[in-house]
């Protein structure tokens, strides 16, 4: 599955129904420097979710949105107020509301190996 093309129709989707959406992580780093993309090769990065940034103000359009592409909303695995995350089965969505806030301890310790 191409999760780059995967986030754009998404975000494309969000902004005909007038939510703000942004993407964000690995998928937006490829779309905005691709000259860069050997970096996540090096760093052995796989791409395997799709990561959004979107407004807590919208959060009842996020859900509507994803329910009606056929996704469903983790309950299990709410983080907080702020993360919603999305399966369909064939990939996740991780919506982050306002703000980010995730460590990313895997990639520290990767880079300093």
């Known amino acids: 599955m191409d999760l780059v093309n ?3 129709k998404l975000v494309e989707e969000a902004k005909r129904r007038d939510i703000v959406a942004r993407l964000m ?3 937006a780093f490829r779309i905005h420097c691709p000259q860069f993309g050997y ?3 090096l760093l052995e990065r796989k791409l395997t ?3 959004i940034a ?3 103000n919208q959060k009842s359009k996020i859900i509507s949105l994803f329910r009606e592409l056929g996704m469903t909303l983790d309950t ?3 983080i907080a107020a702020n993360r919603y995350i999305f ?3 064939e990939f996740e969505v991780d919506v982050f509301f306002d703000r980010l806030d995730v460590p990313h301890n895997r990639l520290q310790k990767k880079v300093g190996s």
């Open 6 to 8: 995967e986030g754009i």
């Open 54 to 56: 979107a407004r807590s």
């Open 25 to 27: 992580g690995a998928i």
């Open 39 to 41: 970096l996540h090769d």
């Open 49 to 51: 979710d799709v990561d």
């Open 76 to 78: 299990q695995t709410l």
């Open 87 to 89: 399966r369909d089965g």
